[in-house]
């Protein structure tokens, strides 16, 4: 398949027009599809560090994918969890916090944090010793990597996760990429999977591109009649994802109609994995939903799909771009070029 770039101006959305997936509301230059690595390259190396970013840069990814959080003193750092007991030591180094937010953590706590280990241990295969002791990252510390990328600079696709333990991020956000000149001539994606902080965002940053995330249920899009997880004969959660279901078409819409009254220029749809596994959700991203997007003036970018059966799959629903934490196996989809080998990169970058 043939990479294409949208030379489409910034237009507004508009409910009442119908749109192609050429000439929908995008920013100039959106490649098509839109390869965004989620939390960096975090298939082959420990999830939003620096040997993960850098990785996912030298393949020549559109995107870095991030998920903000603010620590106790103020700075804006890039981790996924709610608690850093996943991905870290803190359980050995600060026990009685192990369970707390990053808002209980300053910066100088963090980065005494081993953010690489944990990976060495959970997958073994794709282990190194240079992985242990890698550091959580500040935001500006992902810009520093998207800027210092050699022909190739990716843009960056923000996610603010979790914003109400973190009132004023948006703000926050805005006042960092506008020190680092990063929201102007820089590519640059907001999302959330918050309407309140799509709100904000839209107030703090109305020229940039913003995606709203879909999930059902939960509180967010009302869900289909369905049994609990626990009282379901379902094998695993993917399967029981599979099977969950917006409410009905007014439901979905309703989320549709949120995002493009609030200026989103994407939704950002999980999907139903082939293979299953932790990262296969419910599918919002089916054919006619997809149409109803696109009707709207919205781009499809569904998380977060890692194989081929999918990216195939899911190009012929419709969607515009794929989060991924296999960078490689989805430029080699889209018929490439992967600009370096994975292993010439990570021994370039010191790993
Ligand atoms: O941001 C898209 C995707 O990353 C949403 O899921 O939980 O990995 O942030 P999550
Ligand atoms: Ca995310």
Redesign the pocket.
Known sequence: MKRIILLTAFLLNSACTTHTEQNLAVTANTPHPTVIA?RGASYDAPESTRAAYIMARDLGVDYL?L?LQRTKDGVLIAL?DDSLNRTTDVAKKFPDRKDKPVSEFTLTEIKTLDAGSWFNTAYPDRARASFAGLQILTLDEVIDIADSGGQHKPGLYI?T?VPKLFPGIEKDLRNKLEARGWLNGHRVVL?TFEKSSLELLDQEMPNVPKTL?LWVGDGYMDAAPSKPFDASTDKDWASWYARQQPKDRAAFESWIDFAVLHHATAI?PSVALANGGEQSYMDLAMPWMNQMAHDKGLLVHA??IDEAVDFERLTKAGVDGF?TNRSDALLRYIGGPVAQDKQAILSAAGF
Do not use: A, P, R, S
């Open positions: 989620h994918e998920d996924h996610e996760k999302e995330l950002g998380y977060t989060f």
